[in-house]
């Protein structure tokens, strides 16, 4: 079965952990991303990466970090410098023959407590 | 200028009926248009999507209506059903890297929650 998939589905956290999401992909697709979804807000852009070892900020990166070891895993870290942390968190990947296709995870959601 | 606006926010059709999501954008360097469906508690899925140097493409049930010059396009969802009740977002793609890289950004619209009544 090819896709992506994110662990856990449900996260809870207390206030000051950091916690970390897990988003692995077997489509062999280069590059990968983390978008955050808030109610009414649509989809933010919080990392991208396009290669291992590479990866670049996106529009809400602050409180956030990324890795890209390996080509099919680009794990999200949500720090205690995140002041908002409660969303539902959605990884995504693209293929190089069809970068403008992306592909989603079915999301995680954390809820700080 | 990186800005997608939506509307409406929310949108009730009988079964049966057209339904049109409307979508406004101000950066002319964007050259891809896509729409994704959402349902609850899933990841959004591409739905249908459409280059500026088109000006309709039709799938199924489901039109993208593109101006290029108003810089706005719609989705058009004919014979609604409530199958289709979902959250519907427009996007619009921005080059992160020169031609031959990997990897587009997108720029979201915040959504439009569907309800097709039966």
């Known amino acids: 079965d090819g896709g992506i998939t994110q662990s856990p589905k449900y996260l809870f956290r207390k206030e000051g952990q950091n916690v970390t999401l897990s988003c692995e992909q077997n489509l062999n697709h280069d590059a990968m991303y983390w978008y955050r979804q808030d109610p009414g807000q649509g989809l933010r852009l919080i990392y991208y990466s396009q290669i291992v070892n590479d990866f670049q900020k996106g529009d809400i990166a602050e409180g956030y970090s990324v890795s890209r070891e390996k080509k099919e895993s680009f794990p999200l870290t949500v720090t205690s410098a995140q002041k908002n942390p409660t969303a539902f968190y959605l990884c995504a990947s693209s293929s190089h023959r069809t970068p403008l296709t992306q592909y989603f995870g079915p999301g995680t959601r954390l809820t700080v407590l | 200028q990186q800005q997608v606006k939506q509307s409406p926010q929310s949108l009730i059709v009988q079964k049966g009926g057209i339904s049109i999501i409307n979508c406004a954008y101000e950066n002319t360097a964007f050259d891809y248009f896509p729409w994704y469906q959402q349902f609850p508690g899933k990841g959004p899925a591409l739905l249908i999507a459409?280059?500026?140097?088109?000006s309709e493409k039709k799938e199924g049930r489901f039109t993208i209506s593109f101006n290029k010059s108003a810089k706005q396009f719609s989705l058009h969802i004919m014979d609604s059903q409530p199958g289709d009740s979902a959250t519907y977002f427009c996007?619009?793609?921005?080059?992160?890297?020169?031609?031959?890289?990997?990897?587009?950004?997108?720029?979201f619209g915040k959504g439009t929650t569907l309800s097709v009544s039966s």
């Open positions: 996007a619009a793609s921005k080059k992160m890297l020169p031609d031959g890289q990997a990897g587009t950004a997108l720029i």
């Open positions: 459409i280059r500026p140097d088109v």
